[in-house]
């Protein structure tokens, strides 16, 4: 055991620098001892941590070991105010610098120094001890990452439980309000009152894309999902932007990886979501220089078992406080009454309801990247909305259709009924689902369109008496509704074959339906 004894002959100065030394060796953290100047660093001690934390070899002499020149720091601004910091307070405490090691990868580093001298204005001898912190770093931003994802789940959760009481009494006045003023504009008018009409069309219209906006990340409208192949989307959805992006001096790089395997989504509103991207990357470009470079790319990352589709522009890049919040709804940046605040909110909505995910990557003045992330070939593809076969109706001609309008709201009753019968149809109205099987029982109608949400008896409980009496009539059944279809109704209007009307619609939509039912 002698050997591991300390000489007792040595002084006890030279014991004592013994130890040192051996712990010098063994810490497991970075010793460094040296002066910074304005452009290099002169390293006087340098611990083997210190290399094995920066990438030098072992054998690699301490003088080479310089962590604070020029070329290690991610910027020189950065290097700029860790010397400014030091000479004013003469030291730092757990100060979190991004570093680069030897191979030139970046790593985040956790430093405590303080000044043991100045020699001249423009130098300074620190010394310091060093900690690897990349994994810690990591880690909060991976919690952070996801609290924020979570956040933004509760946001849209209780935005989508208002919207489904709102959304009802929205649309049901804006329906009337299209309807009627759509048959308005049809009529003999002076030049002022056609105007003040297609002004009333034009913004309802608006008002009703909203809505729209607003239900489809509320949830649930119907989709119809497959297996599909992001880079086809993709090709799809820019072939409708060319001609903007050639008069706006638009460049796109093509960089979609080939052999993707596909993802179970509903490629409409796939391409809803990167037409949103493309159109945003452009207009950021555009008021930045007029001009700019888009690049898509896609890939698939085998380890997290997703395809990722990423959208990167050249553009002004966006601020770190306006990440936070660009996802909320009726957030924008866009001047007044040039943009809702909700193509983000409804893109990121759609994403998550294809068990996916939208995130931004962007530095000021060095453009964004928005990257869509979709699971890959997850999922099964719904059955095919089936068609029932042609009812046992017999209608010689419209004139020979009577229709029944089964609505609470009066207003919108009034405007479907006088909608139907300018083409040609006679139309009842009952205001619930009672007083509509009361009609049915003495009236032979041939189409019946019927509001899913009425007091007394529902839509879908009307349809199943009905269903059961009149099975033929039960199949020309048209049911409208302006508000958030649930997973119960929706299975129940896929498993019957039901129409779907969504409020605000078209008169042209109307009586289209109406034709379409008689067929």
Same mark, same amino acid.
């Given at each position: 055991?002698?050997?591991?004894?300390?000489?007792?002959?040595?002084?006890?100065?030279?014991?004592?620098?013994?130890?040192?030394?051996?712990?010098?060796?063994?810490?497991?953290?970075?010793?460094?001892?040296?002066?910074?100047?304005?452009?290099?660093?002169?390293?006087?001690?340098?611990?083997?941590?210190?290399?094995?934390?920066?990438?030098?070899?072992?054998?690699?002499?301490?003088?080479?070991?310089?962590?604070?020149?020029?070329?290690?720091?991610?910027?020189?601004?950065?290097?700029?105010?860790?010397?400014?910091?030091?000479?004013?307070?003469?030291?730092?405490?757990?100060?979190?610098?991004?570093?680069?090691?030897?191979?030139?990868?970046?790593?985040?580093?956790?430093?405590?120094?303080?000044?043991?001298?100045?020699?001249?204005?423009?130098?300074?001898?620190?010394?310091?001890?060093?900690?690897?912190?990349?994994?810690?770093?990591?880690?909060?931003?991976?919690?952070?990452?996801?609290?924020?994802?979570?956040?933004?789940?509760?946001?849209?959760?209780?935005?989508?439980?208002?919207?489904?009481?709102?959304?009802?009494?929205?649309?049901?006045?804006?329906?009337?309000?299209?309807?009627?003023?759509?048959?308005?504009?049809? /009529?003999?008018?002076?030049?002022?009152?056609?105007?003040?009409?297609?002004?009333?069309?034009?913004?309802?219209?608006?008002?009703?894309?909203?809505? /729209?906006?607003?239900?489809?990340?509320?949830?649930?409208?119907?989709?119809?999902?497959?297996?599909?192949?992001?880079?086809?989307?993709?090709?799809?959805?820019?072939?409708?932007?060319?001609?903007?992006?050639?008069?706006?001096?638009?460049?796109?790089?093509?960089?979609?990886?080939?052999?993707?395997?596909?993802?179970?989504?509903?490629?409409?509103?796939?391409?809803?979501?990167?037409?949103?991207?493309?159109?945003?990357?452009?207009?950021?470009?555009?008021?930045?220089?007029?001009? @700019?470079?888009?690049?898509?790319?896609?890939?698939?990352?085998?380890?997290?078992?997703?395809?990722?589709?990423?959208?990167?522009?050249?553009?002004?890049?966006?601020?770190?406080?306006?990440?936070?919040?660009?996802?909320?709804?009726?957030?924008?940046?866009?001047?007044?009454?040039?943009?809702?605040?909700?193509?983000?909110?409804?893109?990121?909505?759609?994403?998550?309801?294809?068990? @996916?995910?939208?995130?931004?990557?962007?530095?000021?003045?060095?453009?964004?990247?928005?990257?869509? !992330?979709?699971?890959?070939?997850?999922?099964?593809?719904?059955?095919?909305?089936?068609?029932?076969?042609?009812?046992?109706?017999?209608?010689?001609?419209?004139?020979?259709?009577?229709?029944?309008?089964? !609505?609470?709201?009066?207003?919108?009753?009034?405007?479907?009924? !006088?909608?139907?019968?300018?083409?040609?149809?006679?139309?009842?109205?009952?205001?619930?689902?009672?007083?509509?099987?009361?009609?049915?029982?003495?009236?032979?109608?041939?189409?019946?369109?019927?509001?899913?949400?009425?007091?007394?008896?529902?839509?879908?409980?009307?349809?199943?008496?009905?269903?059961?009496?009149?099975?033929?009539?039960?199949?020309?059944?048209?049911?409208?509704?302006?508000?958030?279809?649930?997973?119960?109704?929706? /299975?129940?209007?896929?498993?019957?074959?039901?129409?779907?009307?969504?409020?605000?619609?078209?008169?042209?939509?109307?009586?289209?339906?109406? /034709?379409?039912?008689?067929?």
């Amino acid at each position: 055991m002698a050997g591991n004894r300390t000489n007792s002959s040595s002084s006890p100065k030279a014991q004592k620098a013994e130890i040192l030394s051996r712990l010098f060796d063994s810490v497991h953290e970075g010793v460094y001892v040296g002066t910074i100047t304005p452009t290099r660093t002169i390293t006087l001690v340098a611990n083997p941590y210190l290399k094995l934390m920066f990438g030098y070899p072992t054998e690699t002499d301490p003088s080479q070991v310089r962590p604070f020149d020029t070329d290690r720091f991610t910027d020189n601004q950065t290097r700029e105010a860790l010397i400014e910091r030091l000479k004013r307070d003469g030291a730092v405490s757990d100060y979190i610098l991004r570093l680069r090691r030897a191979d030139g990868n970046p790593m985040w580093l956790e430093i405590t120094a303080h000044v043991e001298h100045s020699s001249t204005p423009n130098e300074i001898t620190i010394n310091a001890l060093m900690r690897d912190v990349s994994e810690r770093r990591r880690l909060e931003d991976q919690t952070r990452d996801v609290y924020h994802q979570l956040l933004q789940a509760e946001k849209l959760a209780a935005l989508g439980q208002t919207i489904s009481g709102v959304a009802h009494e929205l649309n049901n006045p804006l329906a009337t309000i299209l309807t009627w003023s759509e048959r308005l504009f049809d /009529r003999p008018l002076d030049d002022t009152s056609k105007r003040g009409v297609e002004t009333i069309l034009r913004e309802s219209e608006r008002a009703a894309k909203i809505v /729209r906006k607003l239900l489809t990340f509320a949830r649930k409208r119907h989709t119809t999902r497959t297996m599909v192949d992001v880079n086809q989307v993709v090709r799809e959805t820019m072939a409708l932007r060319t001609y903007e992006q050639s008069v706006t001096n638009i460049t796109v790089i093509d960089g979609l990886t080939a052999g993707l395997p596909a993802t179970f989504a509903d490629p409409y509103q796939l391409q809803q979501v990167l037409l949103n991207l493309i159109i945003n990357a452009e207009q950021a470009m555009q008021s930045a220089h007029g001009r @700019g470079t888009l690049v898509l790319r896609t890939w698939h990352n085998i380890e997290d078992e997703i395809v990722v589709l990423e959208v990167n522009d050249d553009g002004p890049g966006v601020p770190e406080d306006v990440q936070l919040k660009m996802f909320d709804p009726f957030f924008t940046t866009k001047d007044v009454g040039k943009g809702t605040g909700l193509g983000l909110t409804v893109a990121y909505a759609i994403a998550q309801e294809h068990g @996916g995910q939208i995130r931004v990557k962007s530095s000021p003045g060095k453009g964004a990247s928005f990257f869509v !992330e979709l699971p890959a070939r997850k999922g099964a593809p719904k059955k095919d909305l089936t068609r029932r076969p042609a009812p046992e109706i017999k209608v010689a001609s419209i004139k020979d259709a009577s229709v029944l309008i089964v !609505e609470d709201e009066t207003a919108l009753a009034s405007a479907m009924a !006088e909608g139907l019968r300018d083409v040609g149809f006679s139309v009842d109205h009952a205001s619930d689902g009672v007083q509509a099987l009361e009609l049915i029982g003495t009236h032979n109608y041939v189409i019946v369109f019927c509001d899913l949400k009425m007091p007394r008896l529902d839509g879908v409980n009307f349809y199943r008496a009905i269903a059961a009496s009149s099975p033929a009539l039960a199949r020309r059944v048209v049911f409208v509704s302006g508000d958030i279809v649930d997973a119960d109704t929706e /299975r129940f209007l896929e498993e019957n074959g039901c129409r779907l009307l969504t409020k605000p619609f078209r008169l042209d939509d109307l009586q289209q339906v109406a /034709r379409e039912a008689l067929e």
